[in-house]
């Protein structure tokens, strides 16, 4: 059963990342969309800097959190399986 339910996990799977990469650029866009173009027609580079940097921020809390909880994501030891260490 649980081998039959593989296939449709994976392509849940991709599905949310595909989903969360449409969001998190769409956001960037929007973001960027908030400042004024400049003289010459395009976006002001501090849109850039505002909108990546939210997104490098975003990216660091979550790596802080994945490491203040590792344990949270760790396998759990197999029987007859000894760990390194």
């Not at 996990?9 to 960027?32: D, E, R, V």
């Not at 908030?34 to 800097?49: E, F, H, R, V």
């Amino acid at each position: 059963m649980a081998a039959a339910a593989s296939p449709r996990g994976a392509s849940l799977l991709a599905l949310l990342l595909f989903l969360a990469a449409f969001a998190i650029q769409y956001a960037i866009g929007a973001i960027i969309a908030l400042y004024p173009t400049t003289a010459a027609g395009g976006y002001d580079p501090k849109s850039y800097q505002v909108a990546f940097g939210l997104c490098l921020a975003l990216e660091i809390a979550t790596f802080v959190l994945f490491i203040a909880n590792w344990r949270l994501f760790r396998a759990p030891p197999r029987e007859g399986v000894e760990m390194a260490g």
